[in-house]
Nanobody, 121 residues
């Protein structure tokens, strides 16, 4: 019913930039918060950045000042601009969205399939 499709991961040198995008498709009547999480090998998944439908943002301390999250006007696509990348940013990045499906009475948590970001030092 609902899919989150990510794009934009890859390999970059330390100090470089990457932009991740995630598009929500399907029978959607509304999306509140959207965000990006990441998981490095042997570590727990952690929040990187999130944005509400009203545009309020929240960032992990480790990425503040380097990463910027944004949403398109239709509120169905979220992007993460990552600058000044460090080797410790290497992880699998997942898109997340809290979605109300058409005809549903509650909100559901959806995840993308993930995209690898590798930063070489």
């Amino acid at each position: 019913q609902v899919q989150l499709v990510e794009s934009g991961g890859g390999l970059v040198q330390a100090g470089g930039s990457l932009r991740l995008s995630c598009a929500a498709t399907g029978s959607i009547s509304g999306i509140t918060a959207m965000g990006w999480y990441r998981q490095a090998p042997g570590q727990q998944r952690e929040l990187v950045a999130a944005i509400t439908s009203g545009g309020n943002t929240n960032y992990a301390d480790s990425v503040k000042g380097r990463f910027t999250i944004s949403r398109d006007n239709a509120k169905t696509t979220v992007s993460l601009q990552m600058n000044s990348l460090k080797s410790e940013d290497t992880a699998f990045y997942y898109c997340n969205a809290l979605v109300k499906v058409v005809g549903a009475l509650r909100w559901y948590d959806y995840w993308g399939q993930g995209t690898q970001v590798t930063v070489s030092s």
